[in-house]
């Protein structure tokens, strides 16, 4: 038969656990603080992080002026003969660069800065009915020329 420990030893170990236990708890309540506290200061500097960033810049739209300075200096790099046609809203907008960058030209704003420029526009009917908008250059007289590729 197995004798048990003496009442002295009984109660120095289980105080020993016990304080053992305690010591365990106390430590893994630090640990868990500890842990809370970190993710709360992580928390803190993102949020931080998030209302110090700038927002995003739009692109600075540019003045209706550049498309003016587009069409005089193309118009004026063209030879004499060329300047005398007849041009299509599509073609000025596939000439020009957009206000804002990446984009095109808006045919509202073109054609406002076309008639600035004392460009003419009119309409060109065929014989078929078709009738085709075009803008004449400042250069030429306000009939219409004839035209035979329209």
């Known amino acids: 038969m197995i004798t048990p420990p003496p009442p002295d030893v009984q109660h120095n170990g289980l105080q020993t656990y016990l304080d053992w236990a305690r010591r365990e ?10 842990k809370r506290e970190i993710e709360l200061k992580k928390l803190q ?6 209302a110090e960033t700038p927002k995003p810049v ?13 069409i005089t200096e193309w118009f004026d790099r063209l030879p004499p003969a060329a300047r005398a ?17 990446g984009m095109r ?18 309409r060109v009917w065929r014989a078929d009915g078709e009738g085709r ?13 004839t035209i035979p590729f329209l």
């Open 58 to 70: 739009r692109s600075k739209r540019r003045s209706i002026d550049t498309y003016e300075a587009q």
């Open 133 to 145: 908008r075009v803008w004449l250059p400042p250069s030429l007289p306000r009939g219409l020329p």
């Open 105 to 122: 030209a808006h045919a509202p704003d073109v054609s406002r800065v076309l008639s600035r420029l004392s460009w003419v526009r009119k």
């Open 85 to 101: 046609a007849p041009r299509t809203m599509a073609e000025f907008i596939n000439l020009l660069e957009g206000r804002t960058p």
């Open 25 to 34: 708890s106390a430590q893994h309540d630090e640990h868990r603080r500890l």
């Open 45 to 50: 500097m993102e949020l931080a992080g998030l």
